[in-house]
Each structure stands twice: as C-alpha cells, then as structure tokens.
C-alpha cells in the first residue's frame, strides 16, 4: 500500500531499519544529550526567538494544541479561532471545554482567509489568536504574514498549529511573530505517529508559568524543568524520539531549504500531472504538504475506495460534509515524481470508466 496521505506518510528506510531495533533505557545521559540535540535543531529549524525551549509529549497533535490552550489560556482571556474545517473546530471545541472566552472566524469551503475576517471579529478585549496555518482539512494554506501583522498590531498571543506545514512551508518564528508553535512526528517528518512538539517563545514560557495549569500531564512547567536535563517527567515514546532526532539530522545535513524545495517540486508535478484529470483544485493558497481534489458531483469517496482496494494507493478521505466531494493527496514523505505518474494515471482509469 502506497500512501499519499497526510499523516502518517511513506517512511523513508533508515527510519524503519531503526524502528525495528531494540530501545534503550532512557534515564540515562545518552538519551538526554539525543533529546537536547533534537532540541537545538528544532529551535534553529524554526528560527525560534532567543530564549525558546522545546516541549516534547507523548500525544498526537490534539494533545499538543489542547495542552497549549490549558497552559497559556484562562478564563480571563478571550481569543479570536480561525475555524475553516475540522482542525479550527478542533481548536473552538478545545477553548469551549476548557471555559476559555473565544469568537470563531467560520469559513465556508472554498472562501480564502482575509485580514477583512480577522478584522470583523476583534474585539479590545481579545488577547490571542488561534489558528492551524494550514488546515489540512481542506488544504488551504493561510497567510501567516497576514497574521503575524495582525497580532503585532493588536498585541495579541499568536498560537499556530504548523503540524502539516512544518517543513513543507516556510515557517519562521521570529519573523512571524509566532509565540507558541505546535509540531508533529507523522507529518513531514515521516515517523510513527505519538509524539508532539511545543515550541514556546520566552513570551509563552512566561504566560505558562504565571498562569499554571491543574493537568498533571500536560503542565509545560514540569516539561520545561525536565527538559533543561534533557528529559520529560514521564515515559515518552522512547523510539519515535530517536528517529526525530535522526530524521532532524539528515533534513539538517541535506538543507532545510533543499527539503522544502524537493517536496515543493513534489507538489508542483502532481498538480501540473492531474490537470489532464476531470477534478478541480481550489483556487485558494495550497501548502506544499497536500493537495485537495474537489469532486462537485460527489464522487470522492468512491476515487478514494477504488484506489485502494483495485491500485493499492491510500489518499486521504474527508470525513463529514466534504465527506462525498473531497479527498486529499499528500506530498511528505518518501515519495517521488514517478509515484505520482502511477497516481494519476490509476485516477484517469478510474474517473474515466476504464
């Protein structure tokens, strides 16, 4: 089964050889100077501000927005969520549990964000934004530039799931602005789903521990005390943790900005491909991680089935009301422009009653 979803994605071989091989012990300095290491070049990857630290959970992607939402969040803000598929729900859903005070920026499928949106929610009162830069959901990319002018001049805290755009998109958070970045393992960085990362600026270290959370589990202070040892305070997923560090060693040695090209020009050779195809790709900016195929007379699904059940070639469905005219193909991973050849020729067959 060849997979061109979103997460998890195509491991590359070096990750599985080393996936299969037994795990250590981690209380040991060993594995502190390996989640240090990991640190280090998660900060530099990311530009993060002087003075940021790296949490690392032992939870998907949900556990990690939600974790940063209970510890720099209380009652007595108000933040304003990007709410444009599933992923932005996610995030009201989150803020509503928690009694967190929030408006949702709601965007219909297909409409591009704007600064108009943003702007037509605020309120004096509001004091954080919230957003999934690149709803994977649909596919749009927002514009983080856009965002980034829009906290600074408002003084708003700027929380940005980067999940599937880490990597495959430029995301800078000193020039972004951005205070607290939350990561992935099964997304561009190809490993087994389980671990989460939460790059806090010094402005979010300092709202963390002034505000404090009642979590035993998800408390970034405890994280953040660990981590100056290179540790966490519980069991972590021990070997997702070494292949991090070993996939953030060959992104460092190859380039960050080569990685980023080559899954960019990924992108660019499937959608220049499907254009021979009878789907439609939204008109609004797409991430270099995936591409959204729109279906209008409902048969998404049905390419997604065919596909994997006839091809061996697992895309990536919707579920809820995109569930019939969406699917998702994503470009991370171990992947190549011949892969893509075999794609899209097996969707011509298929769309085209072959």
């Known amino acids: 089964m060849k997979l061109f979803t979103v997460g998890p994605v195509e491991m590359y071989p070096s990750t599985l050889e080393e996936s299969g091989q037994q795990l250590p012990y981690f209380r040991t300095d060993e594995f502190s100077e390996v989640m240090l290491d990991s640190e280090k070049m998660l900060l530099e990857m990311a530009n993060a501000p002087q003075g940021s630290r790296v949490v690392f959970l032992t939870a998907s992607g949900t556990g990690a927005m939600e974790a940063s939402v209970m510890n720099c969040l209380n009652g007595n803000d108000n933040a304003l969520v990007v709410n444009g598929g599933s992923f932005g729900h996610r995030f009201v859903e989150i803020c509503s549990r928690h009694k967190i005070p929030h408006e949702q920026v709601e965007l219909p499928f297909g409409k591009t964000l704007t600064l108009e949106d943003l702007e037509a929610h605020y309120n004096k009162d509001m004091t954080a934004l919230l957003v999934n830069v690149h709803e994977t959901s649909t596919g749009q990319l927002y514009d983080l530039k856009m965002m980034s002018g829009f906290c600074k001049e408002h003084g708003l805290l700027f929380v940005v799931d980067a999940i599937s755009a880490f990597i495959a998109n430029e995301t800078d958070m000193s020039e972004m602005g951005i205070d607290i970045l939350i990561l992935s393992s099964q997304k561009a960085f190809a490993l087994a789903p389980g671990i989460s990362m939460v790059i806090l600026s010094p402005k979010a270290i300092e709202m963390a521990e002034k505000k404090g959370t009642d979590c035993i589990y998800f408390d970034f202070n405890d994280y953040l005390k660990n981590g100056e ?4 305070p519980f069991t972590p997923a021990v070997g997702i943790l070494l292949t991090l560090n070993s996939r953030l060693r060959d ?23 499907v254009k021979s195809v009878n789907v439609q790709i939204p008109d609004y900016p797409l991430s270099n991680a995936v591409t959204p195929l729109y279906f209008p007379d409902g048969n998404a699904r049905t390419l997604y089935e065919k ?7 697992n895309i990536t469905p919707n579920g809820g009301e995109l569930g019939k005219t969406v699917v998702r193909v994503g470009h991370i991973g171990n992947l190549t ?13 298929i769309l085209e009653g072959n």
Do not use: P, S
């Open 251 to 273: 992104i460092k040695k190859n380039g960050l900005e080569n990685v980023r090209g080559a899954i960019a020009e990924q992108a660019r050779d499937f959608r220049e491909r």
């Open 337 to 349: 422009v011949e892969d893509n050849r075999i794609l899209v020729e097996a969707m011509k067959k």
């Open 229 to 232: 040892r290179g540790q966490t």
């Open 307 to 313: 596909l994997r059940n006839e091809y061996g070639l």
